[in-house]
């Protein structure tokens, strides 16, 4: 069992919409990181989180530090929202990265 | 304010040959951190690296591969007798600090091994 699990692994939305995506995690952290891969292949870090809720433009990001849970939303989807976007918790015993494997997002105009 | 930089963003090797990779943190940034993206796959940690120590290489292959980051000069995942199933997009990232602090990720090498 890996240590994230993110859903859904594939998602495909209409321009305007609101989108989530999931992860949870098993082991203790320190950070919950999301982040995301464009189509090219490079990666932006959107947030890192420790408690509570962050937001970004059209970005917001939330976690349940009890229920070892993370939600990213997307208000008002756009085509440019489509990338892969991936979960990434640090540990709390160490250094290690754990990733989910990625939701892919497309957003069709 | 440059970013991360990687090169080469593309590499090309045959079987046995050997891969270098390097690494330039940000300006100001003292750690960094080796991951790799297997094909159809996720990014897996591979090792993270202060200034003229590895801290954490839990992530690393025990064969073949090692890594540095020297005082001067950028860090640097060498790759020794390469294999195809050592192709994949190498990513790094640097940081401030510990963990704890903001990762910022460069572009990728993209290995190919023939």
């Known amino acids: 069992k890996n240590e994230v699990e993110q859903s859904p692994q594939n998602l495909t939305a209409q321009e305007g919409e609101f989108i989530t995506i999931n992860c949870s995690y098993s082991v203790g952290i320190s950070a919950l990181h999301w982040l995301q891969q464009h189509p090219g292949g490079g990666i932006v870090s959107l947030f890192m989180l420790s408690s509570g809720k962050k937001k970004h433009g059209r970005l917001i990001a939330t976690i349940n530090i009890q229920e070892k849970h993370s939600s990213l939303h997307i208000t008002a989807s756009h085509p440019r929202d489509s990338a892969v976007y991936i979960c990434a918790v640090t540990v709390n015993t160490g250094n290690q990265f754990y990733f989910g494997t990625g939701t892919s997002l497309t957003v069709i105009p | 304010n440059a970013g991360v930089m990687q090169n080469p963003r593309h590499l090309v090797r045959r079987r046995g040959q050997e891969a270098r990779l390097r690494c330039s943190p940000m300006?100001?940034?003292?750690?960094v951190y080796w991951y790799r993206q297997l094909p159809e796959e996720g990014l897996k940690f591979m090792v993270y690296l202060q200034k003229e120590n590895i801290i954490d290489e839990s992530g690393m292959p025990k064969e073949r591969f090692s890594a540095e980051f020297p005082k001067e000069g950028p860090s640097i995942l060498r790759i020794q007798q390469v294999v195809r199933g050592d192709s994949a997009a190498y990513f790094c990232?640097?940081?401030?600090?510990?963990?704890?602090?903001?990762?910022?990720f460069g572009p990728g090498t993209r290995l190919t091994v023939t």
């Open positions: 990232a640097s940081s401030k600090g510990t963990s704890h602090y903001e990762q910022y």
């Open positions: 300006k100001g940034h003292s750690h």
